[in-house]
């Protein structure tokens, strides 16, 4: 009675937990961003990765439209250049066209002579104006004559449209047909737009990316234009559809494959839903723990949580195998559970090394899986025995037979010669390709390389910033961080003219500092002399008397108004540039200064200059990545070697013998050289993948060590033992064997590292393992 109590109470605790999981992971969102894989550990860090995450550069979609004739091209890119803006998604739509809504034209003509960085002295007097009214002239002969007409009354000089200029070309201005932006060899009218929401927000670009593919349908149609489109936004979404459809098919395939495996060797469908309820349970749990801790699960550990497919089956396939007649369930697993209860312990010993707070994406997979292995194994011990019948069995086990004694002989020379000899393999491949670690989290991008390519054919033709390069620049205020902005400017202006880079942006060439619009009104001629100045420029020229007070009035307005902050542009689309490159935060405010053309990032970087009052950082995003990457695994290293001590005292502590914990540890070691061995052999330099992959091969190796290791009185324990490990290597070659074919850098480096390391780590602690227990048992006899 006290029995069945006790296993109703089993069966309602894991429902209930299973069920407020169920829904803790269905509302957990999921994003696909690999700059979790960035360690935060220093000022630079965090700059990078602000950057990385929501700078500028990650705004900005490019739009390239191809086919047809040019004249087609041109006209849809003005009608999508019109349309775009209406979605609401979108800060910035640029074609070329030097097209502002009257608002903002009105904005930047009210305050021209404060903004335009060609005010100076020198522009006001008699012999400038005379040659600016002259060149008004030709103008109002052109087509656009009709806007330069508007204008013409109260800025002569053309500060707006100077201004205008800058507004629109940013970086640099592309070639021009037709009045729009084109590919310098005319195959692509093209646009640049900037949306409001970060390239990380992807549920935004998202929309985004609909939004220009709807407007281009309704612009297309009829004709045979083509869209191609890149940015960070379009190539994250791109990615995250990729790892979704692929997480789909992989995990699809692993989960009928597991079915198969179990039917095929235990002839019995319950087995199925057995061992299924651990790997729910640890999925569900993982899951759940990563929602509670993080706020949100990253799309590589969703994809990652296939590897306790392979794992957490392990657990009740030794229940399976090792049941026999005349046995409670309950007793079989008590006598599995010191050798479970271990290799338990040393996986969880060997994930520690992925809990660092200065990486929060490796942190993610570490919490996943350890918590994942706790309700396995906990789903193992304590859940199947109160679903099954005291005495059940799997009906028809195919169990070994006597060729299973002849697969057990020991053998200890040939474990030594296959330890050694992949040992010098590992130590030859390591002195002839000295580049072990890939340290370079672009090679695990899932865009493909023809859409990448894309992306820098679209950016060299805008003139866009490159995602890599930029200066960000702290500073107490806004005014200090434009004022040595500017500074900043004047130094690269120098750096340009070397060849160095070939342009850049900052928030100080659309709002000046407000020492610099006091130095342009210091600048602006008295009423008086403006006006003497005004009439001698006027001589013999056509223009009606009078027609130019407006700008007399402007000039004189000017010099008195206050300068233009970043407060006097909000609500605009002004605005929004501004904002994008000069932003406050929690230790003052940053200044983003992105480079385009970089041919020298380590000159530029050498002698960037700094101010009192300011910190300007040069970073090369891909080379800091990197750095930081590096150091981080160099510490995590570190605490593998400290993890590697504690599980070695932990399996003394539970063996209780030397010998037997040399027996269970030695098998595992011996496959990770084979492992590391092959990959280098393959071709492959190592990421933090296949590190997080060689845990997962640790925690399994060292399962097969201790279950081969076990002492076994009779043929038939031998012989089931066997049974169970068969499987578990089998089931485990087939999941990561699926993840070896995957056309995710990532997830394949997971596969093929998992893959090769259980295979080697199987024939090692069954060639090692048994000879060192062998003479222990015989010993203890």
Avoid at 262 to 282: C, F
Avoid at 746 to 765: C, K, M
Wanted: glycine share 8%; hydrophobic share 50%.
């Amino acid at each position: 009675m006290m029995q069945n109590l006790l296993g109703n109470g089993i069966r309602l605790i894991w429902l209930l937990a299973a069920l407020g999981c169920s829904w803790i992971v269905f509302t957990t969102p999921v994003v696909a961003d690999l700059t979790l894989f960035v360690p935060r550990a220093d000022p630079v860090a965090e700059l990078l990765l602000k950057q990385l995450r929501s700078g500028p550069t990650t705004r900005l979609i490019l739009i390239g439209l191809s086919g047809d004739e040019e004249n087609v091209r041109a006209d849809a890119s003005q009608q999508l250049a019109l349309r775009l803006p209406a979605s609401g998604r979108f800060s910035r739509v640029e074609n070329g066209a030097d097209v502002l809504p009257d608002t903002e034209l009105a904005l930047l003509y009210t305050h021209r002579y404060l903004l335009s960085p060609k005010v100076t002295s020198e522009r006001f007097t008699a012999d400038a104006l005379r040659t600016a009214l002259q060149q008004r002239l030709q103008e109002l002969a052109s087509p656009l004559a009709v806007l330069h007409k508007r204008w013409l009354p109260g800025d002569p000089t053309g500060e707006l449209f100077s201004l205008l200029q800058v507004w629109s070309t940013g970086i640099g201005a592309p070639a021009k047909r037709r009045g729009v932006w084109f590919s310098p060899d005319g195959a692509r009218a093209l646009l640049l737009v900037e949306t409001h929401a970060s390239g990380y927000d992807l549920a935004a670009q998202r929309d985004a990316v609909n939004a220009i593919r709807t407007a281009f349908a309704e612009v297309a149609a009829g004709t045979d234009l083509e869209l191609a489109m890149s940015g960070p936004g379009v190539l994250a979404t791109l990615a995250e559809d990729q790892i979704r459809a692929e997480a789909a098919v992989l995990s699809t395939l692993a989960i009928a494959a597991m079915v198969l495996i179990l039917i095929g060797v235990y002839r019995s469908a319950r087995t199925v839903w057995l061992g299924a309820l651990p790997m729910l349970s640890a999925l569900l749990t993982g899951a759940a723990a990563v929602d509670l801790l993080f706020g949100q699960m990253y799309m590589i550990t969703l994809a990652f949580s296939m590897t306790l497919l392979g794992e957490t089956l392990d657990y009740p396939t030794y229940l399976f195998s090792h049941r026999q007649a005349g046995e409670t369930v309950t007793d079989t697993l008590r006598q599995l559970w010191p050798t479970l209860r271990l290799c338990v312990a040393t996986t969880l010993l060997g994930c520690l090394a992925m809990l660092v707070g200065d990486f929060p994406g490796l942190s993610q997979l570490g919490v996943f899986t350890m918590v994942g292995i706790v309700a396995a194994v906990a789903a193992t011990r304590w859940l199947l025995p109160a679903l099954l019948p005291t005495d059940w069995t799997p009906p028809r086990p195919a169990t070994p037979g006597p060729w299973a004694d002849r697969l057990l002989k020991p053998r200890p020379k040939l474990a030594l010669a296959i330890g050694l000899g992949g040992l010098a393999l590992l130590l030859f491949l390591w002195v002839k390709a000295p580049p072990l670690w890939e340290d370079n989290l672009a090679v695990l991008s899932p865009v493909p390389r023809d859409l990448l390519q894309l992306d820098r054919q679209l950016r060299r033709a805008l003139g866009a910033p490159e995602v890599g390069h930029l200066i960000v620049m702290t500073a107490p205020d806004a005014e200090t961080a434009l004022q040595h902005g500017e500074r900043l400017a004047a130094w690269l202006d120098v750096q340009q003219a070397a060849g160095l880079l070939d342009g850049y942006d900052g928030a100080m060439r659309y709002l000046p500092s407000q020492a610099t619009q006091r130095q342009r009104q210091d600048a602006l001629p008295t009423p008086a002399i403006l006006a003497t100045r005004l009439e001698s420029a006027l001589e013999g020229l056509p223009f009606k008397p009078g027609l130019f007070a407006p700008f007399l009035d402007a000039v004189n307005t000017t010099r008195t108004a206050l300068p233009i902050t970043p407060e006097d542009l909000r609500g605009t689309l002004l605005a929004t540039r501004v904002d994008a490159l000069l932003s406050p935060d929690a230790r003052g405010w940053t200044a983003l200064l992105p480079l385009s053309g970089v041919r020298d990032p380590g000159a530029l970087a050498a002698s960037l200059p700094d101010w009192p009052d300011s910190h300007a950082y040069y970073l090369d995003l891909r080379a800091e990545t990197s750095r930081l990457v590096a150091g981080f695994r160099e510490q995590a290293l570190i605490r593998l070697g400290w993890g590697a001590l504690l599980i070695i005292g932990v399996v003394w502590i539970g063996l209780r013998s030397w010998r037997r914990t040399i027996a269970a540890l030695l098998p595992v070691w011996l496959g990770l050289i084979v492992d590391v061995a092959a990959l280098l052999a393959l071709g492959e330099r190592l990421t933090l993948f296949h590190l997080v992959s060689l845990l997962l091969v640790f925690g399994i190796g060292v399962d097969y060590g201790l279950f081969f290791s076990r002492p076994a009185v009779d043929a038939a324990a031998r012989r089931r033992t066997l049974h169970a490990l068969l499987v578990c290597c089998g089931s485990a070659l087939t999941v990561f064997g699926l993840l070896s074919v995957s056309t995710l850098p990532a997830l394949r480096a997971i596969g093929l590292t998992v893959s090769l390391g259980v295979a080697a780590s199987f024939v090692a602690a069954l060639l090692a393992a048994r000879p060192l227990s062998l003479q222990l048992f015989e010993r203890v006899k």
